[in-house]
């Protein structure tokens, strides 16, 4: 079965430094996920992704955060500056339409750790 | 936005009993996922159900849309049954985000 995976499973990172998460989402999924789990809390929508566009975004998705499709299977998020409290796990998820009827498939999860 | 309760909020079972675990939301929804979290953070999709009933191995699913509500029944448990599991939402006309439950942390013991 195809799957979502992300790279590296567990980064760890000077505060203030920058730091991109990768995913590669399933083959044919035409829509991307960012979500963020700080630890022992629940799973929080960051950002949606279509047509190389952000679709939606939540207020934790400030300006210190960005995404990109680099070219044709990677997607990317990018942590301007972390700070200690981007300590979280981030996982990314793809679906084969945006809206009704389609399951997200999430990834392993990447855990970021901020000194 | 779309409220997500779920229930208990921790349980405890003997290897073997069974268990219903709970999920409400507070409007309708286009999409519904459980998810189990294993000891390892991985989320593990089990049934993506925004209405009717499904069935996988010991585990079944049943979601009553008009109700606004969704259980997942864990039979026979077993210890590798343990971790938390998660209810999300997509919310109608609210884009395709997943809204996530606090989740309902489970600990079969042996």
């Known amino acids: 079965e195809p799957e979502v995976t992300q790279t590296p499973s567990h980064q760890v990172t000077q505060m203030g430094q920058e730091v991109i998460l990768r995913c590669v989402p399933i083959?044919?999924?035409?829509?991307f996920y960012w979500y963020r789990q700080i630890l022992g809390q629940k799973v929080e929508f960051l950002v949606s992704?279509?047509?190389?566009?952000?679709?939606?975004k939540s207020e934790i998705f400030d300006d210190q955060f960005s995404v990109e499709r680099p070219d044709g299977s990677n997607f990317t998020l990018k942590i301007r500056s972390t700070k200690l409290e981007d300590s979280a796990m981030y996982f990314c998820?793809?679906?084969?339409?945006?809206?009704?009827?389609?399951?997200?498939?999430f990834g392993d999860g990447t855990r970021l750790s901020i000194l | 936005g779309i409220q997500v309760e779920q229930s208990p909020p921790d349980l405890i079972l003997q290897e073997g009993a069974n268990s219903t675990l709970r999920c409400n939301f507070s409007?309708?929804?286009?999409?519904l996922q459980w998810f189990h979290q294993n000891p390892w953070g991985q989320l593990i999709n089990l049934f993506y159900i925004p209405s009717g009933t499904k069935q996988n191995g010991r585990l079944s699913a049943t979601t009553v849309a008009t109700e606004r509500y969704s259980l997942l029944y864990i039979s026979s448990s077993q210890t590798t049954d343990s971790g938390v599991y998660f209810c999300a939402v997509e919310h109608n006309n609210a884009g395709n985000m997943l809204t996530f439950g606090g989740g309902t942390r489970l600990m079969v013991k042996p």
């Open positions: 998820a793809s679906s084969l339409q945006g809206i009704s009827n389609q399951p997200q498939h």
């Open positions: 992704f279509y047509n190389n566009e952000i679709s939606e």
């Open positions: 083959s044919n999924h035409l829509y």
């Open positions: 409007d309708s929804v286009n999409n």
